[in-house]
């Protein structure tokens, strides 16, 4: 853990510029970037030149387009597809690896204590469904695929249900 807010400040100055890197390998974000030094990022004005992408943005895409244009990792990677909660009648899917989600565990783990409610602990039990029983996580992926085919369909005949009068 960091001891002070120098240390603080140099962790999101080194992450800024990962967070960067990646981004400019994303389909979507590329020419989004240009123009925006990377060496600046710690002034907030440079940094606001990055663009704020949206669920709204996100819904523009089918599931095949969201992959193409965002994918920062090959699909072989992917270890989970999440979706968002829906509540506009449209949720958005995205894919995980699994360090996102031992990274998003992580967080989870961290923001308990913080608003003093249990003690949430990471483990690898935690993270069973991800890759366990497939090293390579294709039964997974083929998994997590056909519920986001299941899902998309559901929404999309909710969806028609809801806009009839």
Same mark, same amino acid.
């Given at each position: 853990?960091?001891?002070?807010?120098? *240390?603080?400040?140099? $962790?999101?100055?080194?992450?800024?510029?990962?967070? !960067?890197?990646? =981004? /400019?390998?994303?389909?979507?974000?590329?020419?989004?970037?240009?123009?925006?030094?990377?060496?600046?990022?710690?002034?907030?004005?440079?940094? *606001?030149?990055?663009? $704020?992408?949206?669920?709204?943005?996100?819904?523009? !895409?089918?599931? =095949? /387009?969201?992959?193409?244009?965002?994918?920062?990792?090959?699909?072989?990677?992917?270890?989970?597809?999440?979706?968002?909660?829906?509540?506009?009648?449209?949720?958005?899917?995205?894919?995980?690896?699994?360090?996102?989600?031992?990274?998003?565990?992580?967080?989870?783990?961290?923001?308990?204590?913080?608003?003093?409610?249990?003690?949430?602990?990471?483990?690898?039990?935690?993270?069973?469904?991800?890759?366990?029983?497939?090293?390579?996580?294709?039964?997974?992926?083929?998994?997590?695929?056909?519920?986001?085919?299941?899902?998309?369909?559901?929404?999309?005949?909710?969806?028609?249900?809801?806009?009839?009068?």
């Amino acid at each position: 853990m960091p001891e002070s807010r120098a *240390q603080i400040a140099h $962790i999101q100055s080194e992450r800024k510029r990962k967070a !960067f890197a990646l =981004a /400019e390998t994303v389909p979507w974000y590329r020419d989004k970037l240009a123009g925006i030094d990377p060496n600046a990022l710690d002034d907030p004005a440079e940094w *606001q030149k990055i663009p $704020i992408l949206d669920k709204d943005t996100l819904r523009k !895409f089918s599931h =095949a /387009e969201l992959l193409k244009a965002f994918c920062a990792v090959p699909s072989d990677q992917i270890a989970e597809y999440w979706r968002s909660g829906g509540s506009t009648g449209q949720p958005v899917f995205y894919p995980r690896t699994a360090d996102d989600l031992r990274y998003g565990e992580l967080s989870w783990g961290r923001s308990f204590p913080c608003i003093q409610t249990f003690q949430f602990r990471t483990s690898r039990s935690n993270l069973e469904h991800v890759k366990e029983n497939d090293p390579e996580g294709k039964d997974n992926r083929r998994h997590e695929r056909e519920n986001l085919d299941r899902c998309h369909a559901n929404t999309a005949n909710r969806s028609s249900t809801l806009s009839d009068p």
